[in-house]
T-cell receptor
């Protein structure tokens, strides 16, 4: 079975600080990897995804993530955060074989950006 | 594209009542997923369908929960009878193979 571990449950940063949120997954096969963001009271929105190719993936809103296969990691980064980045961030994994399987999510990281 | 449409947005019901949540996936997507989100358990996959066929319902918590997808444009998640511990936000998502999972706005269910 797949599992996803997000290292930090709560992160508090000041505006303009750099961000890195950790994500590790456990799965024996080939996976597709995702980061979603959930703003307060809203649904999940896709930030970025990795299927294959360049392990450094760029997403929306200035976010990027790096897939390191040897470490089973897919950490999310942003060089300079803004107050509007305050949200819950979820890392997710899906089996890449065959038809679409459900996403397995991490527990999420609650990010608070202080002005 | 209207995205994944869920109804109702909010539902408050009394314990023991039947609750039906509805989802309209994105046209052309061939997979549909039901998730439940709570503070304690995070996001849990309840069930998913490929081409209207239920593939994995191992996440459905109890027999009180059932889901159907009678056609490619509609799915329901039913809870009968409902209990206070079913209170959560229920999300529907759809996907075309792996090319991105799009989530609906969710239904916030409160069982009193």
């Amino acid at each position: 079975a797949q599992s996803v571990s997000q290292h930090n449950h709560h992160v508090i940063l000041s505006e303009a600080a750099s961000l890195e949120l950790g994500c590790n997954y456990s799965y024996g096969g080939t996976v597709n990897l995702f980061w979603y963001v959930q703003y307060p009271g809203q649904h999940l929105q896709l930030l970025l995804k990795y299927f294959s190719g360049d392990p450094l993936v760029k997403g929306i809103k200035g976010f990027e993530a790096e897939f390191i296969k040897s470490k089973f990691s897919f950490n999310l980064r942003k060089p300079s955060v803004q107050w509007s980045d305050t949200a819950e961030y979820f890392c997710a994994v899906a089996n890449s074989g065959g038809g679409a399987d459900g996403l397995t999510f991490g527990k999420g990281t609650h990010l608070i950006i202080q002005p | 594209d209207a995205g994944v449409i869920q109804s109702p947005r909010h539902e408050v019901t009394e314990m023991g009542q039947e609750v039906t949540l509805r989802c309209k996936p994105i046209s052309g997507h061939n997979s549909l997923f039901w998730y439940r989100q709570t503070m304690m358990r995070g996001l849990e996959l309840l069930i998913y369908f490929n081409n209207n066929v239920p593939i994995d319902d191992s996440g459905m918590p109890e027999d009180r929960f059932s889901a159907k997808m009678p056609n490619a444009s509609f799915s329901t998640l039913k809870i009968q009878p409902s209990e206070p511990r079913d209170s959560a936000v229920y999300f529907c998502a759809s996907s075309l193979r792996h090319y991105g999972y799009t989530f609906g706005s969710g239904t916030r269910l409160t069982v009193v």
